[in-house]
């Protein structure tokens, strides 16, 4: 009897074992998402939308720059056409 449990113990330790590592072999096997190719799309999309971002924070700036110098100010004068 009590050899006939530790038999059963043995073989679903084992055929758990089997699993597990079947398991880890089908993880290693998924392992190359990220190819070279992937990988350089990945890095020019970032690289534009950076570049995008800094263009937006540059003219939001420039915009509250015009806003405040008018607010202290006034409106800038066109001094191209002003005589000397």
């Known amino acids: 009897e009590k050899k006939r449990k530790q038999a059963e113990t043995d073989r679903k330790r084992a055929e758990v074992r089997a ?3 079947e398991a880890s072999k089908a993880k290693k096997a998924k392992k190359g998402f990220m190819t070279p190719d992937r ?8 690289r534009k939308k950076a570049a995008e971002e800094l263009k937006k924070e540059q003219e ?10 008018e607010e ?13």
């Open 72 to 84: 202290r100010c006034g409106k800038a004068k066109n001094v191209d056409d002003a005589s000397e």
């Open 19 to 21: 699993r597990l590592e």
């Open 60 to 69: 939001r700036k420039a915009a509250e720059r015009r806003r405040i110098i």
């Open 39 to 46: 990988k350089k799309k990945l890095r020019l999309l970032l």
